[in-house]
């Protein structure tokens, strides 16, 4: 009798974890019109994804989910336009929430000004911007594209950056725990300046290492020199490569 009645306790509870998780789908979609040509979207908790797109229009689906009933509510996601900006931003009504809000964004090819930040989440962005800036507390972020002014910034997290092209803008990478990696054009021109308090440092590029009693720096100029490359971080390895 004991078994029987763990049993069904067991598939109670197994019901009520299913039946707890929730999940709601906004979809919004803002022409351009030559007017809106910068986005500015703030997260919290939840991971965002960025593509560029030829379409003259910014599409954002916004997924919200949480495990606990009725707390979707807690979270409204607001959509504003201001002058020639875009900007998405989350009301939290009850705090604390468990509600986790992912995002899809396609922005259209070099936009003006693109910016992303969250608190808990991860950041990927992928095609040809002008001015792109992506910030994150806890995640990494993963950059593939080209752009001209770029900064990433984490605290807890790697930096992923890939430039099939020639690097066209100056690029900014800080992070304080994580890796920095960047993959380059090999005919991409730049001035390069990065250090590493704790951690390797490997180049194909011909740049200079002093390996330094506390930390380590790379340093020197490729090809033509014009793009600026800065790059910072405490507790991770700095890896620069050819593509």
Known sequence: MKKQWFAMAMVLVLCMAVTAYQEQKIEKSFPADGKISRIDLANINGAITVFTQAADRFDIKAIKSSDRDGELEAVDILFETAGDQLKVRLDQKRKPNHVKVSFEVKVPRNVKQAVFQSVNGGITAKGSFSDLNLETVNGAIHCEGN????????VNGGV???????????LLVK??????????????GFTLNGKTMN???????NLSVDKGFVGSRIFGTVNDGLRKIELKTVNGAI???EI
Do not use: H, Q, Y
């Not at 992070?175 to 991409?188: A, H, Q, Y």
């Open 239 to 241: 890896s620069i490569s």
């Open 160 to 170: 992923e950056v890939m430039v099939e092209e020639p690097l066209m803008g100056n």
């Open 175 to 188: 992070t304080v725990n994580g890796g920095i990696d960047i993959e380059l054009n090999r005919k991409s």
């Open 147 to 154: 752009f001209s002014e770029s900064v990433l910034a984490t």
């Open 199 to 205: 951690g390797g440092i490997d180049s194909d590029f």
